[in-house]
T-cell receptor, first 114, second 114 residues
């Protein structure tokens, strides 16, 4: 199993450009999440999804859109990139249920907006 | 708004010494996670603490949870250089749509010197 994968690993954009980050998981997890990590800070939740076709806003959703058309994929879109969106983006997934039920994180995408 | 605060944010210590990282949080939660992050890497799960009084140990690291005090600790015993990394605690709380989300502390950057 590949676990959680993210595409691309690195990207440089100019202000105003758009792009889509792809997250894929092969663990049949229901929940998927997008976080951003800025220097000196922990991860902050952008959007999340509890299943195919459903999405919800997290703590810092402005400037981002998401879609979950297939259970295994969660897309994060930037329609008009701004320098404030320079960050490292992490995707995570989690199964339903109880117990330890932890989130599994992807390797991250480092995005620079000039 | 839930706040998760780690203390200290930076820690430089010598090999062989003991130290403790503290994680305080501001709302009720019975589930807390500790992660390790190496520079340029993703998050690696260290411990999942599921109830009041939970204690887990792995090698030179030991984590505990006191839900009444809303406090978790990560104790390092006889530190070695390989433990140099940034450590995050994260609290599991209810989000919308029946999901749960993680709220992260700022991270503690640990440097262990020979």
């Amino acid at each position: 199993n590949a676990g959680v994968t993210q595409t691309p690993k690195f990207r440089v954009l100019k202000t105003g450009q758009s792009m889509t980050l792809l997250c894929a998981q092969d663990m049949n997890h229901e929940y998927m999440y997008w976080y951003r990590q800025d220097p000196g800070m922990g991860l902050r939740l952008i959007h999340y999804s509890v299943g195919e076709g459903t999405t919800a806003k997290g703590e810092v959703p402005d400037g981002y859109n998401v879609s979950r058309l297939k259970k295994q994929n969660f897309l994060l879109g930037l329609e008009s990139a701004a320098p404030s969106q320079t960050s490292v983006y992490f995707c995570a997934s989690k199964s339903l249920g109880f117990g330890e039920n932890e989130q599994f994180f992807g390797p991250g995408t480092r995005l620079t907006v000039l | 708004e839930l706040k998760v605060e780690q203390n200290p944010l930076f820690l430089s210590m010598q090999e062989g010494k003991n130290y403790t990282i503290y994680c305080n949080y501001s709302t009720t939660s019975d589930r807390l996670y500790w992660y390790r992050q190496d520079p340029g890497k993703s998050l690696e799960s260290l411990f999942v603490l599921l109830s009041n009084g939970a204690v887990k140990q792995e090698g030179r690291l030991m984590a505990s949870l006191d839900t009444k005090a809303r406090l978790s600790t990560l104790h390092i015993t006889a530190a070695v250089h390989d433990l140099s990394a940034t450590y995050f605690c994260a609290v599991d709380v209810l989000a919308g749509q029946g999901a749960q989300k993680l709220v992260f502390g700022q991270g503690t950057r640990l440097t262990i010197n020979p």
